[in-house]
């Protein structure tokens, strides 16, 4: 079984230009999360949906990140414009609606310079 | 707001126990997860503990005390391959599948 894919897997940009990324979850997982994770700390949850909807997006900094999961399977996360403050390690999880366990993809190490 | 308590670093030999020790301030909490990243990897799923009590899984353990808001993973025959950081996770009963991540614990095992 193909675990949680994630693309790109490093991502180096300029400060002020966007970026987006990319995640496609384990089939059959309703749950999609999208996390970020920062040198030394644990993954801090940026947006949780359930299918095709957004149902916790409150750490989501809203002026410059953006998500979708527009037909409930595969998301895509974007930041525009990239700050050097979001230089970080982007990582999508899946599970099952109401599993204990979330599944976690390779990540996506972003650099802003 | 939640907080989690886990130490920043722990050493120790192959072949020996370690434990992890996780102390949470939550509110709504509905259970507590541990997490295993090695360094450029994904994080993954060691162990889930929503009762009082002991689960075991194959060398590992994970403990959980709701009266002390206080769990704990425990390592036994350590092994090289067991070098990686550790996070406790607590699950939030008013958004069930939503994780708070600790810091975590990087444990270093020495030949």
């Known amino acids: 079984e193909a675990g949680v894919v994630q693309s790109p897997r490093y991502k180096i940009i300029e400060k002020k230009q966007p970026v987006a990324f990319w995640c496609n979850p384990i089939s059959g997982h309703n749950t999609l999360y999208w996390y970020r994770q920062n040198l030394g700390q644990g993954p801090e949850l940026l947006i949780r949906?359930?299918?095709?909807?957004?149902?916790?997006d409150s750490q989501l900094p809203k002026d410059r990140f953006s998500a979708e999961r527009l037909k409930g399977v595969d998301s895509t996360l974007k930041i525009q414009p990239a700050e050097l403050g979001d230089s970080a390690v982007y990582l999508c999880?899946?599970?099952?609606?109401?599993?204990?366990?979330?599944?976690f993809g390779p990540g996506t190490r972003l650099t802003v310079t | 707001g939640q907080s989690l308590e886990q130490p920043s670093e722990v050493t120790a030999v192959e072949g020996a126990i370690v434990q992890i020790n996780c102390t949470y301030q939550?509110?709504?909490?509905?259970?507590l997860s541990w997490y295993q990243q090695h360094d450029g990897g994904a994080p993954t799923f060691l162990s889930y503990n929503a009762l009082d009590g002991l689960e075991e899984t194959g060398r590992f353990s994970s403990f959980l005390s709701r009266s002390d808001s206080y769990g704990y993973l425990l390592l036994q025959e350590l092994q090289m391959k067991d070098s990686a950081s550790y996070f406790c996770a607590v699950r939030l009963s008013g958004s069930a599948r939503q994780l708070t991540f600790g810091s975590g614990t990087q444990l270093t095992v020495l030949p």
């Open positions: 939550t509110s709504g909490f509905y259970g």
């Open positions: 949906y359930e299918n095709e909807e957004a149902v916790d």
């Open positions: 999880a899946s599970s099952f609606a109401g599993g204990d366990e979330q599944y």
